[in-house]
């Protein structure tokens, strides 16, 4: 079976935090992609990342970071000190040939 | 500018009326998708299309209907056998040349049912 979950249904920090959002996936395929979406208020989904599964490199952008662990099925997202902006609802996803298969969300709230 | 644009923003119905989302890219891509998404939820897959005049069913078909005229366009409707329709509709497509099938998306169209 092919699934995406993100236990954290809702985290809240304070401005200029850390905050990591958790993503475990499972699939049997060797070969599939991962992915973070954020959807802000507005509603339209942003892709943020694409790792392959042949690339466990962590990468940063900014202030956004992504560890990729095949031994765990984890693909964490962590924002470094947190603004305003990124209160949004973020999601994990895995993509196996034709499809993405999506996470439920972890929405996040950062307090001014 | 490149991108996908849905239509209208914000939808509203009778119940048993049927309604049709406007889903338009003019990015060139192959492949189109059709999500919807409830409160608290993820996004799960209605239909989608690989290619023109050709759709497959998506985990929760049921109630919906799609047509694949144009490489450009993919209308959802939303029938009257849909029990509970009320939901965000997202349209997404994606290139199928690259390996990845990253898939962009539209702004969503928010449907409510009176």
């Known amino acids: 079976a092919q699934k995406v979950t993100q236990a954290q249904t809702e985290i809240s920090v304070v401005e200029k935090e850390d905050v990591t959002l958790d993503c475990v996936y499972e699939?049997?395929?060797?070969?599939?992609?991962l992915f973070w979406y954020k959807q802000p208020p507005s509603g339209e989904l942003v892709f943020l990342i694409r790792r392959n599964s042949f690339d466990e490199q962590n990468e940063i952008s900014g202030r956004y970071s992504w560890n990729f662990q095949k031994s765990t099925s984890s693909f964490n997202f962590t924002i470094t000190a947190s603004q305003v902006v990124d209160s949004a609802v973020y999601f994990c996803a895995l993509g196996i040939y034709d499809k993405i298969i999506f996470g439920k969300g972890t929405r996040l709230h950062i307090l001014p | 500018d490149g991108g996908i644009t849905q239509s209208p923003k914000y939808l509203f119905r009778k119940e048993g009326q049927n309604v049709t989302l406007s889903c338009e890219q003019n990015l060139n891509h192959d492949a189109m998708y059709w999500y919807r998404q409830d409160p608290g939820q993820g996004l799960r897959l209605i239909y989608y299309?690989?290619?023109?005049?050709?759709?497959q069913k998506g985990d929760i078909a049921e109630g919906y209907s799609v047509s694949r005229e144009k490489k450009e366009s993919f209308p959802l409707t939303v029938t009257s056998a849909q029990k509970n329709p009320t939901a965000f509709y997202l349209c997404a497509s994606s290139n199928l040349a690259t390996a990845s099938n990253e898939q962009f998306f539209g702004p969503g169209t928010r449907l409510t049912v009176l």
């Open positions: 299309s690989q290619i023109v005049n050709d759709f």
């Open positions: 699939t049997r395929d060797t070969t599939y992609y």
